[in-house]
């Protein structure tokens, strides 16, 4: 098979455009003087795009972008504070039950780690396990159907922030993850597993997210509850967009001057609104010290942005 027909076959397994990688192998040709070995690095570089297994290209527009998360440290976190509030008898409990040692040290709660026993089983928990959430509306036919989806990062690659943007579409090999627990069953949202291979790739097409806009349920100030997530449309008040080291808070309110609701938008975020005008927001519920409801932000859509909404 020569040079041109190599070429275009992996043009068609991988889906990337013929002249990107004709341009790439062009490239290396004038590196190492020599077809063979630039053909070779050519589909080095390009054969990681080949769906395999679960792994299929998904179309994607995106909503939100989560900072890295040791999921680890938020559970040893979440001991330690349980152990500082907890009574003597509550404590001996803590400890029967392998959670953490009689100094309040939490310890390594997992049996096995992929299929093996763990040596550090009933040790202290150092271990870390990074996550990172991306939200978006994703897609296998082009956006001819759609669903509210998300991206999930595991291991090391999740603490690199991917280079994307909000509300550009994108296409990535991406794995769909089945609900399993009674819990998963009910979110309303599709999963999906992103690995080393996952590259975003910018495409040309949209979806239609004003037809779809129709299909939300919103919900009101009453029906809020602390833990839950929720989409929730808000109005940004005059002067209520402030920076943190971390967060753009919002502040806003939902039907009257009375339903004041805070957003917490990570910084891993563009802000695409202005203020008074009505953004649609999905994250998790919760009330700070102002006794008021409190949103921490996984994703939004700009309302009155026409340059984002099609």
């Known amino acids: 098979m020569n040079v041109d027909e190599r070429i275009k076959k992996l043009s068609e ?17 004038e590196v190492y003087k020599d077809e063979k070995i630039a053909l070779r690095k050519t589909v080095a570089k390009y054969i990681r795009f080949i769906p395999r297994g679960n792994m299929k290209w998904t179309q994607v527009w995106i909503i939100g972008i989560r900072p890295a998360v040791d999921i680890y440290e938020l559970y ?14 509550e404590r001996e409990k803590m400890i029967l039950k392998g959670i953490v040692d009689e100094s309040g040290t939490v310890l390594d709660f997992r049996k096995t780690i992929f ?3 763990n040596v550090n089983f009933g040790n202290p928990l150092v271990a870390s396990h990074w996550i990172r959430d991306i939200w978006c ?12 989806a998300r991206l999930r990062y595991e291991g090391e690659i999740a603490k690199e922030l991917p280079q994307i943007d909000l509300f550009k579409t994108y296409k990535v090999l991406a794995s769909r993850i089945e609900p399993k627990s009674k819990e998963e069953k009910e979110y309303p949202f599709a999963m999906y597993r992103l690995g080393k291979s996952s590259q975003f790739i910018p495409i040309g097409i949209k ?20 833990g839950e997530e929720a989409w929730i449309e808000v109005t940004v008040i005059e002067g ?4 943190t ?37 999905y994250g998790r519920v919760f009330s700070n010290n102002n006794e ?10 700009p309302l009155e942005n026409n340059e984002v909404l099609i």
């Open 207 to 226: 979806p239609s997210i004003k037809d779809y806009l129709g299909y939300f349920t919103t919900s009101t100030y009453d029906t809020l509850e602390v």
């Open 245 to 281: 080291d971390r967060f753009f808070l919002i502040d806003s309110f939902i039907d009257s001057e009375d339903e004041r609701v805070q957003i917490f938008l990570p910084k891993t975020n563009q802000i695409f609104f202005k203020e008074t005008e009505s953004i649609l927001v």
């Open 13 to 29: 397994r991988t889906e990337i455009p013929e002249e990107e990688i004709r341009k790439t192998f062009k490239s290396l040709v």
């Open 115 to 117: 299929g093996r026993p």
């Open 240 to 243: 209520g967009i402030r920076e």
């Open 76 to 89: 040893r976190n979440k001991i330690r504070r349980r152990w500082e509030m907890a009574n003597e008898d």
């Open 292 to 301: 008021r409801y409190s949103v921490d932000c996984y994703g939004y859509i």
């Open 137 to 148: 509306f994703a897609s296998r036919d082009n956006f001819e159907t759609i669903s509210f």
